[in-house]
């Protein structure tokens, strides 16, 4: 036998309690976690821990990869050339990089034709590019300066 509320009762030797509370429910939209990024994404500062990788970028389309030659960027580099040594910086919330050559000090930069060229200051917004993860785990780098253009090479 029970009782609601603040009353108690025994069932077969054990005491069981039960209390009721009233019930107060709020409505509130769920966060949206893109925006943040987004907003995170746009802020630099000292605090956030900044992160240095070396890789190389392999280009599909040219069976090569990326290098960079001072001011000349192509996908023509074999597998472990020097000039395809890329040093992946970040110091941003998001996915926001810069790349700079590990050979020649040179950041990719987009000019406002979309062309891809090496900078030795890649502080510019144009040396700046989002990593995208598409859905065949490849990654894409859209130019956050110029929204909606992407490093490519023909």
């Known amino acids: ?16 309690f039960q209390r009721s509370l009233p019930a107060q429910v709020t409505v509130q939209s769920p966060p949206n976690f893109t925006q943040h ?20 970028l392999y280009s599909q389309t040219s069976g090569k990869h990326v290098q960079i030659l001072d001011k000349k960027i192509n996908a023509m580099a074999e597998d ?10 970040t110091d941003t919330f998001g996915s926001q990089v810069r790349i ?21 200051n890649g502080k510019g917004k144009g040396c700046v590019f989002t990593e995208i993860v598409l859905e065949n785990n490849h ?4 130019n956050a300066k110029y929204e909606g253009w992407y490093m490519a090479f023909n």
């Open 100 to 120: 700079k050559g590990a050979e020649t000090g040179f950041y990719i930069c987009m000019n406002k034709k979309g062309k891809l060229i090496g900078k030795s």
């Open 139 to 142: 990654t894409a780098l859209q």
């Open 37 to 56: 990024v987004r907003e995170q994404s746009l802020v630099t500062n000292q605090l956030s821990r900044r992160l240095v990788c070396t890789y190389q």
């Open 80 to 89: 472990g050339d020097a000039y395809a040594k890329l040093i992946v910086e």
């Open 1 to 16: 036998m029970y009782k609601s509320a603040k009353g108690t009762s025994q069932a077969g030797g054990r005491h069981t």
